[in-house]
Structure formats: C-alpha cells, structure tokens
T-cell receptor
Framework: SQTIHQWPATLVQPVGSPLSLECTVEGTSNPNLYWYRQAAGRGLQLLFYSVGIGQISSEVPQNLSASRPQDRQFILSSKKLLLSDSGFYLC???????????FGPGTRLLVL | GNSVTQMEGPVTLSEEAFLTINCTYTATGYPSLFWYVQYPGEGLQLLLKATKADDKGSNKGFEATYRKETTSFHLEKGSVQVSDSAVYFCALSGYSGAGSYQLTFGKGTKLSVIP
C-alpha cells in the first residue's frame, strides 16, 4: 500500500531564516505531488504541484519554491522566511490529474 | 472558476444526534466530489467520494449523494459519536484550465460532539 511521509512534524524558525520541508511517497511510481498551506482558521491553499521529476507548477507567487529531485520526493523551500509563512503545510499525492488526492501528516511551521 | 461553499461552523451536537453539513459547488464539466476529515493536529483523510451524478459515497456511517441538479454534496450521519469531532472539508476535483485538474476546497466545518 502507499504511504506518504512529511518531516519535520513541527518547526520553529526565526524570520529571515531558510526553510526546507520534505515529503516522500512510498508504494507508487510517478505520482502527481502537491504542496498546500493551511493558515489558522482557514481553508487549504494550493502552493505547488508536480506531474514528474523537475516539473513544478506554481499556483501562488510568493517567497516559497518547490523542487522534485526524485520521482517520489517533493521539497518545499524558502531562502528567507516571513512571519506570514507560518501555517500548516500539507503534502499530497495522486495517481494522476483529477484523481483522488491522499495527504501526509503535515508540518506545522511557526515563524517568529 | 471552480468553487465550493460549505456551511459555516462551528457545529456542536450531542452524541447520537443527526448530522448534516451542507456543501454546494460551482464547476465546469463533471467534477468528482469529496469529503475529507481533519482530526486535531493531523493531516486530511479521505472520508468518501463520488465521481458522477447520483453516486452515493459512504464510509464509517457517513454518506453524501452527488446531486447535479442542485449542485450539492451534503454530508450526513445518522448518529454522531464523540470520536467524530473534527473539521470536515468538502472538495471538488475539476478542470481548472491549461490542461490541469485541481482540487478546490471549501473552508471547512468544525464539528464538536459532546457526550
């Protein structure tokens, strides 16, 4: 069966510091991968999605970036964090466009 | 564009009460519809889904029917338990332009069930 992992689970970072969040999927090949952000008391916002290695689409222009160095690895990065980057970051995968998305456990990021 | 509207929370019910969480959508074409549940501090779990009109999704006593004529996908459960306390998200997967399909979420409804 397929599983999705995210780490770290919780992160506290100062403003202006860099960020790297990692997501890996097991048990499937060539998944579509997604990064979402969930701000406190709000819904989910799609940040990036990827249909294959090195293929990244950005949904929201901001100081975050994403990379997919391997088939089942998706990384969310920032060179300099802002206070507004605080939130709950969720990674998800699907078999293809329009297919059911399955979510990881999330990373809670607090920028101080 | 695609959009999902679900009832504002929070919703507080007594154990064994009947639950309805309303969800309506706007989309081009024929989207798939989903309900996800998020327990405190966790990621989203797929609760149920329906892929075409008149389909009924069901899981763990929850049900929702894809109603194309009313563009709705209301979530129901006949008898809620304390363990059902969570945030529930309605979502659709539909064409969003430029050859891509995206998942569009409602804002979530927080359910609290008290003994």
């Amino acid at each position: 069966s397929q599983t999705i992992h995210q780490w770290p689970a919780t992160l506290v970072q100062p403003v202006g510091s860099p960020l790297s969040l990692e997501c890996t999927v097991e048990g499937t090949s060539n998944p579509n991968l997604y990064w979402y952000r969930q701000a406190a008391g709000r819904g989910l916002q799609l940040l990036f999605y990827s249909v294959g290695i090195g293929q990244i689409s950005s949904e929201v222009p901001q100081n975050l970036s994403a990379s997919r160095p391997q088939d089942r690895q998706f990384i969310l990065s920032s060179k300099k964090l802002l206070l507004s980057d605080s939130g709950f970051y969720l990674c998800a995968w699907s078999l293809g466009p329009g297919e059911t998305q399955y979510f990881g456990p999330g990373t809670r990021l607090l920028v101080l | 564009g695609n959009s999902v509207t679900q009832m504002e929370g929070p919703v507080t019910l007594s154990e064994e009460a009947f639950l309805t969480i309303n969800c309506t959508y706007t989309a081009t074409g024929y989207p798939s519809l989903f309900w996800y549940v998020q327990y405190p501090g966790e990621g989203l779990q797929l609760l149920l889904k329906a892929t075409k009109a008149d389909d009924k999704g069901s899981n763990k006593g929850f049900e929702a029917t894809y109603r194309k004529e009313t563009t709705s996908f209301h979530l129901e459960k006949g008898s809620v338990q304390v363990s059902d306390s969570a945030v529930y998200f309605c979502a659709l997967s539909g064409y969003s332009g430029a050859g891509s399909y995206q998942l569009t979420f409602g804002k979530g409804t927080k359910l609290s069930v008290i003994p």
